[in-house]
Structure formats: C-alpha cells, structure tokens
C-alpha cells in the first residue's frame, strides 16, 4: 500500500443519494471532461491521492468503455451519469474522431472486379485488420469514453470530474475525504467575537508538511467568508493566494502552478468572517438569565463530531492531528477559557483585551478544540501535576463542590489505572447554559449540561449518579479518545465504548456508595433491545456523509461497545490482563489514531497462553458484524447442545447461515449460582457444539450476571426447572441473573420463541421479589405493553392489564416510604415502582402525591420533596389545572437544575390538549424552556394517551424547524423520532410516518433511526395481532 495514503483504507464508495442529491444539485456544476473543446483547461497528471485508489461505484470518475464490455456496475455508472447531467458521447463507431486509430478503412475502388484468388487474398487481409483492430480496441492502451478512444493513454490514471466551486472554477478535489498530501503541523488561531453583533472574526495560521508532491492544499471550511489567503513555501516570502470552496462537503482549495514537493514545509494564511451559530455546533451564541431577570450573553464550542470547520478553517478529520496556539479578544467583562493555561493578555484597547493561552503541550484533534467567552465563576484544587477546576454561572457556584470532589478522586484513580498521567496541565469542567449533549470531552476544557454537572449538596444519590456517571465517562476520554483517538468515525465505539465502559467499572472503585452495578445492567439490556433490529448496525463500519457520522452516535457505539468491553474482560484470563492490554495499547499508540484491531492486537500481547482464539479473532466476530446471538439449550442426561444463531426480531434468512460468533458463554447450577466462582467458561465458536455435565444438576442458568452481549432460549422443562427454582427461593440466583431471565423472557415472547403464558408464569414469583434490578425490568416490559394497549384503545385489556400489575406488584407499592432514602438501589425500586403505581391512578399512591406537593408549595420552598420522587410528585400534581399552573410558576424560578427537569417532565406530562400544544411550541421557541430540553419534553408527552399523536402531528409540522436545531443524524432527533413514533402498532400510522419521511429526501429521509422507526412499528403490529386474543384469554 501507498505509504502516503493514509486515508485509503478508510475510504468506502461514495453512497449514491450523497451524489446525486449534494455533490451536483444543479446540472450546470458538472463539467464533462470527455468532451473535447479548447475551452477546456488542460489537468495536471494526478497526485497519488487520487491514484492510490479508484471507488467503482462513487460515479466520480468516468470509466472507459468499450463497445461490448459494460457489465451491470458500469450500466448502473453510466445511469448515475445521466443523473448527474453529464452527456455520454454516442458510442456508435459512425461518430468516433476521423483521427481514431480504429476506424475501419473501407476497401479501395481499384478492386471492382477481382480475380477469385485476388478475393481470396482480400478476404484473408480484411479479416487480419478486423482481428488487429478488435484486439487494440480491448487493449488499455486509451481511455475510452462513450466516443471510442479519444487519444493514445501513455500515463493509464483515470480522468476524474472535478465539481464547480462558487466561483465558477473547477474545484481541484473528488472526494469528500480529504487528501493525505498534506499534514498540518501547528494552527495559530486568533478569534475576535462580538458578543453585541453575534458575530466573530478570525485569522488561521496553519503550517504544514508536504507528505508527497502535489498541486493543491484542500481542507474544511463551513459558513466562514473568506476574506483574504497568503501562501508561504519555506522561506520564500508570503504570496496572495485564491481560494476556491466547494459548499456541499464543506472543502476549500488552494490550487499550484508547479508541484509542493514531498519534505517540504509550508504556511497558508486565512483571514474570514463569520456569525456565531444559532445551533448547538460549531462556534455558537448561548444566554441564560441570572438571579436578578438580566439577559447575559456568552459564546461556546461544540465541534464533534465535523463543526471545528464552523469556527476556523481546518483539516477536520481526527488523524489530522496538530498543536494549537489560540488566542481569543475580549471585553473586559468577560473571560475566555480554552483548552491550555492563560499564558498572557494584552490590551487592545479601553474595552478590549486578548488573552493568549499557551500552545499545547500536545497534538490533538481540531474535534478536541474547545473555547469559551462568558462570565463564569470557577473553584479549583490541584491534582497530581494539574490544576483541576470547575466554572460554572456565578449564582450557581454553590453547586459545584460535588462535581470538583469527584473529578479529583476520578482524575487521581486514571492517572494510577493507565499508569500514565493526564498530560495537560490544567483540566477545566464546565457548565454551558445551554448546551445541547450531555457533555464534551475537549481536551483541558470539557464542557457539561448543568444538569450533567452541578448538583446541591443535599440533592439525591441518583441525582449525584448521574453527575458523577457523566464526569467519570468524560475524564475516560482524556486517554481513550484525546490520548488515543479512533483514525476515522467508523471506529467511534474505541472512543465512546470505552468511556462509557470506564464510567461504570471506575465508580465502582472510587465511589461504591453510588452502587452503578444495576444501572450498567439496565443499559445493556437497551443496547441489546436495540440491536436485535435488522436496522441496528456493526459496531465498526464505514460512514462517509455527515449524516452518517452523527448517527454513530448510538447506543451501538456507547453502550453496546461497553457491553462488549465488559464481556471480553470477563472472559479473559487472568484479574489483570485487560487492564495489561489497554495500558500497553495507550504506551503504543499515545498521541496517535488508530483502528480497532490496534486494540485487540494489544490485548492479544499480553494474553496468557494457551488461548485457542487471539483476542482479534474472538472479537471481529462482534465488532464487523450487526447484532448478536440467540443461544438455545438442549439437555439429554449429563449432555448439553449448545446451538447459536442470529437474534433478529426481523425476518433476514440470509444471516441465519452466515452469522457466527465465538462466544464466552458462561453458565452455573443449582449446585452453585451466586458466587463469582461458581461461573464456569464455554467457548462456543460453533453453529452448534455440546459440554457434559453431571447428571445430578436440576437446572443451568447460562449468562451469568448478564455480562455476554447474547440472548439465552432453554428447552420448555429447562424453563419450568428455573421457574421452579424461583418460586421456592428467589435468592437461588443473583439479582442480575434474575433481571436476566425477565428481559430474556420478554425479548424472546417478541421473537415468538416463548408464549406469553410462559412470560406471566415466569412473573409469578415476582411478589416475593425486592430488589431494584428485576423489578423495574419486569415493570418496563409491562408498562410498555400496557402503553400499547391503551394507544389502541383496547380498554378492557387496559383494565385487566392494570389490575395484574397492581396484584403482583401492589404489596411491593404498598411498602415504599416517601421520606428519604439513602441507598441508591434502594432510590431506583422506590422511583421506578411508585412512578407505575400512580400513572395507574393508585388511589394510595396518588393521594401521597398530592400530599408532598402541597406541602412543598405552602413552605415556600423550604420543605423538600426527595430527589427520587420528585418526578413521580410533579407528575401527579401536573393533572390538575391549579397544581400545572403552580408547577409553571415555580419551574420558572427553580435553581436546581436536575429539579427543574423532573418539573418539566411533570409539565409535559398534562393529558390537557391546549397545554400540550403550549408546551410543545414553548420548547421550540426557546425562552421559558430551553431547546436542549425538547427532545425531553416530546419525549414525556408521548408517553401520554392525550399526547402521543399531538407529539407526531407537532414533529411533522414543524421538521425543518426542528432540523435546524438539531442537525439531521444527531442524538436530539434520533429520540425525537424514537419516542414519537415507538407506541405506533396501526396499519394506518406506519403508513402515515412512511409516507411522511419518504417525503423529506435530503432532509432526513435516509436516517437509520427512521429505519428503525418503521421496523419497530411494524414489530408493534406484528405483536399486537398474535398476542391480543392471548392477552384476552390470560388476563
């Protein structure tokens, strides 16, 4: 391979839409190189960027064709062509040039009347030519077009189309990934934001390397007006250069005369001017309202995934890695925070300042650049060799406490766990206002949601779970993603799996109290929910388009790449071997880009023979392929068949084959189930393969704490066996395994494996169940089916359905306090079964309720209302006129952020029509209630009968509103569609959201979340019509 061309192994076909829809919108944007006409300009011999590789099927470039040799991908090119507006020359011979080597001559007049030999000899001569003739024209000694051989092709490279940039001239570059020609070495950025205007100007100074001889520098740019470009090569003195944009992938150029030659060094000079983005990327306006009513502006980044280009021109890739000198000007009211240390500020004038940070210490990627202009406050502590610290709006200073003590205690237990210390050294944590993820790892200044950081001293463990789970993920990054960071989007999971793997494995460490083991259950279950869809993806794959990009950012990527981590750790031998690998993987590869196979090969290093599979073979099995596996049980005697095969709840027979995967299955008894050495290890890396075991054993669990990423069917007496097992002693298993037969029994009555009375007969032994995980589990697979049933209307199946909840779950409601609680476990089974309780009108549980809110409101905020229940009391008190009134009044003036949240949620959760729709509009707009909030707020309505179809109808009213807030492919709008569309189970509404999303073409009709949408509604219906008769026998 072409050591220059890093980029290659990357690259996947261009996607057709991404052409036909972006690329060459307007006709008149493609030039068709194969015409011949002086008006068009001569090319230079392509670089090697463009030789190292050739995309069949991207329709880029334009193939040579022979007469008889167009097999179906060229028929297929040659449409896309048409597509895209270029003419095809008539490949008829009758219209090849005159000059062409292969025109057939016809025979001289002289020959009128031969003698036989004469013909004979003609004869044999006109077959030689015809033969030569047919042998050249298959030879790749030209080009071909549709014209024939336009002129002799002594360099062989194919000629590719270059597109029209807005200037009109042609843009010197094909492809949507930038070349691997040059390298950036260092940025000098200087950014001048207007707080008043809302816009900013910029000057970007990057120095490069030539990586091998080319004519152009191509690079990112996005919404920025250039207003001026030097070029300097060396040490020659600085030139004016033109530069040349190419909108549809966000690329500029910069095209040569002569060659750049591979060594050498050179510096491109942009100045530019742009606004400050009215979304959540890039370089955008934000606000809040402090204690007094003011308005305060401030400014913030957002760059990843492909915004950085928003803010300075750049090589916006990862493996583009450079250092970075900022410097940002100011008001004196103001401060600026960036990713190094301050280094010095200098005035510019009586009101102006620019503050220069130092150049960083190390190389990262433009995603990774983050800089701030507001007015925050912060507290400080060192650590190890840096300074820790946490900013936030002035009044809210108060919160941050819990926030600086957990960084710190996570920060120290990094820098011992990777053996390698955070490098920078400052590390800022910041709360934005308004900020629309949960919160970004930019490296030395990560910035959170308030909600994500700030809590009181005395708010609840979950609500300081949840602070401490997002600090934790972020501080993750630090090393898996900034330290070492994925070479392209197609391995995102190495960065997000493994921070989120980290966040979970590292609390249980550092803060037990907090007790995170069932919530990490809890989201492996939703990331095997959600992979069991045919539209769920591998967890590496290729992306290109923006669109594409954003979606990775999935539960696939998070939590099925932890789930993943967490079963490969489990499964290798050794306490330590896992953590070997990754610290050797961080040492090999610190301050590079990487793959996943970089990984396992680490893992792999350290392994401890014998293995009978290397870790990368074990896991590409995982990682290459969607999904994961049913494992079915079979038992004869002291003989166990283990057989292995696709879980899809969508019908695809061409998996059912195909799909294997080396499975750690682990699996106890009866004999021994509930300490971790009573788990013995199976490796099944076969359709189908059999373990012995004594014949004296009643019963298998396999699965053990639910730590594979895989499914479990046992045989009818098998089932019977555990139920039993369970009826006589719910200790017999711990309460994961317990959680684990509940999901498992749910997901594989949707597959049609086990009947819904076998699900309920399972359920009976829930009225002796008390603990956290089980429980919420079995209650949110009832109250899903309870919500489906109640969207259809089936009101006498609704009924019934309350009252078997109510039966089997009624002495557990019964026994809940509403006082406060300490242990967090006990937090999560309180939360989860008093918030089913009252939405299923308990008349005990909503009384209390009420209760608690009066008593809330008529102490003017003195009394408090514990942080677990607080959604359930807001919810209760929302169903009636005068209490939603008094909700809007206080969420108005409430401080604490993660209480202002379970306020919204109990807003949002009015079965009023006209408050609804109030609500609906109100996130939108902006001002009561933030737009971050309201995905959360679709969310909420939907999960309500007078809501679920206003949600809908207000999501296709206002799409492109709602697409340009929440970019298409992002988080926000994959719930969005996720939770508007989930409850769906109607031949009506899946053609009502086909139809509407169909429609959209460039605007989201492609997403894999709608996809997904479709998929799930028709599973709902699929469900609904083999279960409802059932439903109606059993309940």
């Given at each position: 391979?072409?050591?220059?061309?890093?980029?290659s192994?990357?690259?996947?076909?261009?996607?057709?839409n991404?052409i036909?829809?972006?690329?060459?919108?307007?006709?008149?944007?493609?030039?068709?190189?194969?015409?011949?006409?002086?008006?068009?300009?001569t090319?230079?011999?392509?670089?090697?960027?463009?030789?190292?590789?050739?995309?069949?099927?991207?329709r880029l470039?334009?193939?040579?064709?022979?007469?008889?040799?167009?097999?179906?991908?060229?028929?297929?090119?040659?449409?896309?062509?048409?597509?895209?507006g270029?003419?095809?020359?008539?490949?008829?011979?009758?219209?090849?040039?005159?000059?062409?080597?292969?025109t057939?001559?016809?025979?001289?007049?002289?020959?009128?009347?031969?003698?036989?030999?004469?013909?004979?000899?003609?004869v044999?001569?006109?077959?030689?030519?015809?033969?030569?003739?047919?042998?050249?024209?298959?030879?790749?000694?030209?080009?071909?077009?549709?014209?024939?051989?336009?002129?002799?092709n002594?360099?062989?490279?194919?000629?590719?189309?270059?597109?029209?940039?807005?200037?009109?001239?042609?843009?010197?570059?094909?492809?949507?990934?930038?070349?691997?020609?040059?390298?950036?070495?260092?940025?000098?950025?200087?950014?001048?934001?207007?707080?008043?205007?809302?816009?900013?100007?910029?000057?970007?100074?990057?120095?490069?390397?030539?990586?091998?001889?080319?004519?152009?520098?191509?690079?990112?740019?996005?919404?920025?007006?250039?207003?001026?470009?030097?070029?300097?090569?060396?040490?020659?003195?600085?030139?004016?250069?033109?530069?040349?944009?190419?909108?549809?992938?966000?690329?500029?150029?910069?095209?040569?005369?002569?060659?750049l030659?591979?060594?050498?060094?050179?510096?491109l000079?942009?100045d530019?001017?742009?606004?400050?983005?009215?979304?959540?990327?890039?370089?955008?306006k934000?606000?809040?309202?402090?204690k007094?009513?003011?308005?305060?502006?401030?400014?913030?980044?957002?760059?990843?995934?492909?915004?950085?280009?928003?803010?300075?021109?750049?090589?916006?890739?990862?493996?583009?890695?450079?250092?970075?000198?900022i410097?940002?000007?100011r008001?004196?009211n103001?401060?600026?925070?960036?990713n190094?240390?301050?280094a010095?500020?200098?005035?510019?004038?009586?009101?102006?300042?620019?503050?220069?940070?130092e150049?960083?210490?190390?190389?990262?990627?433009?995603?990774?650049?983050?800089?701030?202009?507001a007015?925050?406050?912060?507290?400080?502590r060192?650590?190890?060799?840096?300074?820790?610290?946490?900013?936030c709006?002035?009044?809210?200073?108060?919160?941050?406490?819990?926030?600086?003590?957990?960084?710190?205690?996570?920060l120290?237990?990094?820098?011992?766990?990777?053996?390698?210390?955070?490098?920078?050294?400052?590390?800022?944590?910041?709360?934005?206002?308004?900020?629309?993820?949960?919160?970004?790892?930019?490296?030395?200044?990560?910035?959170?949601r308030?909600?994500?950081?700030?809590?009181?001293?005395?708010?609840?463990?979950?609500d300081?779970?949840?602070?401490?789970?997002?600090?934790?993920?972020?501080?993750a990054?630090?090393?898996?993603?900034?330290?070492?960071?994925?070479?392209?989007?197609?391995?995102?999971?190495?960065?997000?799996?493994?921070?989120?793997?980290?966040?979970?494995?590292?609390?249980?460490?550092?803060?037990?109290?907090?007790?995170?083991?069932?919530?990490?259950?809890?989201?492996?279950?939703?990331?095997?929910?959600?992979?069991?869809?045919?539209?769920?993806?591998?967890?590496?794959?290729q992306?290109?388009?923006?669109?594409?990009?954003a979606?990775?950012?999935?539960?696939?990527?998070y939590?099925?790449?932890?789930?993943?981590?967490?079963?490969?750790?489990?499964?290798l031998?050794?306490?330590?071997?896992?953590?070997?690998?990754?610290?050797?993987?961080?040492?090999?590869?610190?301050?590079?880009?990487?793959?996943?196979?970089?990984?396992?090969?680490?893992?792999?290093?350290?392994?401890?023979?014998?293995?009978?599979?290397?870790?990368?073979?074990?896991?590409s099995?995982?990682?290459?392929?969607?999904?994961?596996?049913?494992?079915?049980?079979?038992?004869?005697g002291?003989?166990?068949?283990?057989?292995?095969?696709?879980?899809?709840?969508?019908?695809?027979?061409?998996?059912?084959t195909?799909?294997?995967?080396?499975?750690?299955?682990?699996?106890?008894?009866?004999?021994?189930?509930?300490?971790?050495?009573?788990?013995?290890v199976?490796?099944?890396k076969?359709?189908s393969a059999?373990?012995?075991?004594?014949?004296?054993?009643k019963?298998?669990?396999?699965?053990?704490?639910?730590?594979?990423f895989?499914?479990?069917?046992?045989?009818n007496?098998?089932?019977?066996?555990?139920?039993?097992?369970?009826?006589?002693?719910?200790?017999?298993?711990?309460?994961?395994?317990?959680?684990?037969?509940?999901?498992?029994?749910?997901?594989?009555?949707?597959?049609?494996?086990?009947?819904?009375?076998?699900?309920?007969?399972?359920?009976?032994?829930?009225?002796?169940?008390?603990e956290?995980?089980?429980?919420?589990?079995?209650l949110?697979?009832?109250?899903?089916?309870?919500?489906?049933?109640d969207?259809?209307?089936?009101?006498?199946?609704?009924?019934?359905?309350?009252?078997?909840i109510?039966?089997?779950?009624?002495?557990?409601?019964?026994?809940?306090s509403?006082?406060?609680?300490?242990?967090?476990?006990?937090?999560?089974?309180?939360?989860?079964?008093?918030?089913?309780?009252?939405?299923l009108?308990?008349p005990k549980?909503?009384?209390?309720?009420?209760?608690?809110?009066k008593?809330?409101?008529?102490?003017?905020?003195t009394?408090?209302?514990?942080?677990?229940?607080?959604?359930?009391?807001?919810?209760?008190?929302?169903?009636?006129?005068?209490?939603?009134?008094?909700?809007?009044?206080?969420?108005?003036?409430?401080t604490?952020?993660?209480?202002?949240?379970?306020?919204?949620?109990?807003?949002?959760?009015?079965?009023?029509?006209?408050r609804?729709?109030?609500?609906?509009?109100?996130?939108?707009?902006?001002?009561?209630?933030?737009?971050?909030?309201?995905?959360?707020?679709?969310?909420?309505?939907?999960?309500?009968?007078?809501?679920?179809l206003?949600?809908?109808?207000?999501?296709?009213?206002?799409?492109?509103?709602?697409?340009?807030?929440?970019?298409?492919?992002?988080?926000?709008?994959?719930?969005?569609?996720?939770?508007?569309?989930s409850?769906?189970?109607?031949?009506?509404?899946?053609?009502?959201?086909?139809?509407?999303?169909?429609?959209?073409?460039?605007?989201?009709?492609?997403?894999?979340s709608?996809?997904?949408?479709?998929?799930?509604?028709?599973?709902?219906?699929?469900?609904?019509?083999?279960?409802?008769?059932?439903?109606?026998?059993?309940?």
């Amino acid at each position: 391979m072409d050591p220059f061309d890093s980029n290659s192994a990357d690259r996947a076909n261009m996607p057709r839409n991404m052409i036909e829809n972006s690329m060459f919108e307007e006709e008149s944007d493609v030039v068709d190189l194969a015409k011949e006409s002086p008006s068009f300009p001569t090319f230079p011999a392509l670089d090697p960027d463009e030789v190292a590789y050739e995309p069949r099927s991207s329709r880029l470039l334009v193939r040579g064709l022979g007469e008889n040799d167009m097999d179906e991908d060229e028929e297929d090119c040659e449409s896309s062509a048409r597509l895209l507006g270029m003419s095809f020359m008539n490949r008829s011979s009758s219209l090849r040039p005159s000059s062409s080597p292969y025109t057939r001559q016809g025979l001289p007049r002289s020959c009128s009347r031969p003698s036989a030999r004469t013909t004979v000899v003609c004869v044999l001569l006109l077959v030689i030519v015809a033969s030569m003739a047919m042998v050249l024209y298959f030879l790749p000694g030209c080009t071909f077009t549709k014209s024939g051989c336009l002129k002799p092709n002594s360099t062989a490279p194919l000629q590719p189309v270059y597109p029209q940039s807005t200037s009109g001239e042609l843009f010197p570059w094909t492809d949507i990934r930038l070349p691997a020609s040059i390298q950036p070495l260092s940025y000098d950025l200087t950014l001048n934001p207007d707080l008043n205007t809302m816009t900013f100007t910029g000057r970007t100074v990057i120095k490069m390397t030539v990586r091998h001889d080319t004519m152009r520098i191509v690079l990112h740019s996005a919404e920025l007006k250039i207003t001026n470009a030097t070029f300097q090569l060396g040490d020659r003195k600085p030139s004016d250069v033109t530069v040349l944009e190419y909108k549809p992938w966000q690329q500029i150029a910069v095209k040569f005369s002569e060659d750049l030659k591979a060594g050498q060094e050179c510096v491109l000079t942009l100045d530019y001017s742009a606004n400050l983005s009215h979304t959540y990327d890039g370089f955008y306006k934000s606000s809040y309202t402090d204690k007094d009513g003011n308005k305060r502006v401030l400014a913030a980044t957002q760059f990843e995934p492909l915004a950085a280009r928003k803010a300075f021109p750049c090589f916006d890739e990862p493996a583009f890695k450079a250092s970075f000198l900022i410097k940002i000007s100011r008001n004196q009211n103001f401060t600026t925070l960036s990713n190094m240390p301050k280094a010095k500020t200098t005035s510019l004038s009586n009101d102006l300042w620019l503050d220069e940070f130092e150049k960083t210490s190390v190389n990262m990627s433009t995603y990774l650049v983050a800089f701030i202009v507001a007015d925050f406050t912060p507290i400080s502590r060192n650590v190890s060799k840096s300074l820790l610290s946490v900013y936030c709006v002035p009044e809210k200073k108060e919160h941050t406490e819990y926030a600086l003590d957990t960084a710190s205690k996570l920060l120290q237990f990094y820098n011992d766990f990777f053996e390698i210390d955070y490098p920078l050294p400052k590390l800022d944590l910041v709360a934005v206002p308004d900020f629309l993820a949960g919160a970004m790892e930019n490296w030395g200044l990560i910035t959170f949601r308030e909600t994500s950081l700030l809590v009181l001293k005395q708010s609840s463990p979950l609500d300081k779970q949840l602070v401490a789970f997002v600090i934790a993920h972020e501080l993750a990054h630090q090393w898996f993603g900034n330290l070492v960071t994925m070479r392209w989007w197609n391995d995102l999971w190495l960065n997000e799996g493994f921070a989120s793997y980290m966040q979970y494995m590292s609390l249980q460490t550092v803060l037990p109290q907090l007790d995170v083991d069932n919530a990490f259950l809890a989201v492996r279950f939703r990331a095997l929910d959600k992979d069991a869809l045919n539209s769920s993806h591998p967890v590496s794959m290729q992306v290109r388009t923006t669109e594409q990009v954003a979606e990775m950012f999935d539960s696939v990527s998070y939590e099925k790449g932890a789930s993943l981590l967490l079963m490969l750790n489990s499964s290798l031998p050794g306490e330590q071997q896992f953590r070997k690998g990754i610290i050797q993987y961080l040492k090999e590869f610190s301050g590079s880009n990487t793959v996943t196979d970089d990984l396992w090969n680490s893992l792999t290093q350290v392994e401890v023979p014998p293995q009978q599979v290397t870790v990368s073979e074990m896991m590409s099995s995982w990682t290459l392929q969607k999904g994961f596996p049913l494992v079915i049980v079979s038992r004869k005697g002291d003989q166990v068949t283990l057989t292995q095969e696709p879980f899809l709840l969508t019908a695809d027979n061409s998996r059912h084959t195909s799909s294997l995967w080396h499975i750690p299955v682990t699996y106890i008894n009866d004999s021994c189930s509930l300490a971790p050495e009573c788990k013995q290890v199976f490796t099944l890396k076969t359709k189908s393969a059999t373990l012995k075991i004594p014949e004296s054993v009643k019963w298998l669990k396999l699965n053990y704490k639910n730590s594979g990423f895989y499914i479990v069917h046992y045989g009818n007496e098998s089932w019977a066996a555990l139920i039993d097992a369970l009826k006589n002693n719910v200790s017999v298993l711990t309460h994961e395994d317990r959680a684990s037969l509940i999901h498992n029994t749910f997901a594989l009555s949707r597959l049609g494996r086990v009947s819904l009375h076998q699900v309920l007969s399972l359920l009976n032994y829930m009225t002796n169940e008390t603990e956290a995980a089980p429980v919420t589990e079995a209650l949110l697979q009832l109250t899903t089916i309870y919500r489906l049933l109640d969207k259809r209307q089936e009101e006498g199946l609704v009924a019934r359905m309350e009252n078997y909840i109510l039966h089997n779950f009624g002495a557990l409601m019964e026994n809940q306090s509403w006082g406060e609680e300490d242990r967090v476990s006990k937090q999560e089974l309180r939360s989860a079964v008093l918030r089913v309780a009252c939405s299923l009108h308990e008349p005990k549980c909503c009384q209390q309720a009420k209760t608690l809110f009066k008593q809330y409101v008529e102490s003017n905020g003195t009394a408090r209302i514990p942080g677990d229940l607080q959604r359930v009391v807001y919810t209760v008190a929302a169903q009636t006129d005068e209490d939603w009134t008094t909700l809007l009044e206080m969420y108005r003036h409430a401080t604490s952020d993660a209480e202002k949240r379970n306020m919204l949620r109990g807003l949002a959760s009015t079965q009023d029509t006209r408050r609804i729709a109030w609500i609906l509009k109100a996130g939108l707009r902006g001002d009561l209630i933030q737009t971050q909030e309201l995905a959360l707020v679709i969310s909420a309505v939907s999960s309500g009968f007078a809501g679920y179809l206003f949600a809908w109808d207000f999501v296709t009213e206002n799409w492109d509103a709602l697409i340009e807030e929440f970019p298409v492919g992002s988080f926000a709008l994959q719930s969005i569609i996720q939770s508007t569309t989930s409850q769906f189970s109607t031949q009506t509404h899946l053609d009502q959201v086909q139809s509407f999303f169909s429609g959209l073409k460039d605007r989201g009709s492609e997403m894999r979340s709608v996809q997904e949408a479709l998929e799930v509604i028709r599973l709902n219906q699929r469900w609904m019509e083999t279960n409802l008769p059932l439903l109606k026998h059993w309940l």
